[in-house]
């Protein structure tokens, strides 16, 4: 079995110390492996180390400027740790490399949501929507608008 499979298998099974280790170890024989990082922010995420994940995260995207899904982990990481800016900065860096990925925009609603600025969420969802009309980042961001647009008044 790959390393990468194992990690995989660690996490499905919640074994993050674990995962952590073969990450380590990958990362040893291989420094420039952006997956490796990527896996251990996952690691990190289930073990609730915030700080730990986005480190490993922001590996990853050294390594690998588009990587998408380390992206998706810093988001979360910042997110627990109520750093909005901080996923504002990293969805824009995101969208600035890929403008097409909804996955970016969509944290970008989130994150001005939680600042109270209803006007930049809308227009980040909606712009969501556009790029995702079908998935599953696209009906999130229908949502979000719907509950907006019920329960909050409009003033940012």
Same mark, same amino acid.
């Given at each position: 079995?790959?390393?990468?499979?194992?990690?995989?298998?660690? $996490?499905?099974?919640?074994?993050?110390?674990?995962?952590?280790?073969?990450?380590?170890?990958?990362?040893?024989?291989?420094?420039?492996?952006?997956?490796?990082?990527?896996?251990?922010?996952? @690691?990190?995420?289930?073990?609730?180390?915030?700080?730990?994940?986005?480190?490993?995260?922001?590996?990853?995207?050294?390594?690998?400027?588009?990587?998408?899904?380390?992206?998706?982990?810093?988001?979360?990481?910042?997110?627990? $740790?109520?750093?909005?800016?901080?996923?504002?900065?990293?969805?824009?860096?995101?969208?600035?490399?890929?403008?097409?990925?909804?996955?970016?925009?969509?944290? $970008?609603?989130?994150?001005?949501?939680?600042?109270?600025? +209803? +006007?930049?969420?809308?227009?980040?969802?909606?712009?969501?929507? @556009?790029?995702?009309?079908?998935?599953?980042?696209?009906?999130?961001?229908? @949502?979000?608008?719907?509950?907006? @647009?019920?329960?909050?008044?409009?003033?940012?």
């Amino acid at each position: 079995m790959s390393q990468l499979n194992q990690v995989h298998e660690c $996490l499905a099974e919640r074994r993050y110390d674990d995962a952590i280790a073969i990450c380590e170890k990958a990362i040893a024989i291989k420094p420039d492996f952006p997956a490796a990082y990527h896996n251990m922010s996952a @690691a990190y995420l289930g073990l609730k180390q915030y700080e730990d994940a986005v480190a490993a995260c922001k590996k990853a995207i050294a390594i690998e400027p588009d990587y998408t899904a380390a992206f998706n982990n810093m988001f979360i990481a910042y997110r627990r $740790l109520k750093r909005y800016d901080d996923v504002i900065a990293a969805s824009k860096q995101l969208i600035a490399i890929k403008p097409d990925d909804p996955r970016g925009h969509y944290n $970008l609603g989130l994150s001005y949501e939680k600042l109270g600025e +209803k +006007k930049a969420a809308i227009a980040a969802y909606e712009k969501t929507t @556009a790029l995702d009309p079908e998935g599953w980042s696209g009906s999130l961001a229908r @949502a979000r608008i719907s509950e907006l @647009a019920a329960t909050q008044p409009a003033n940012k």
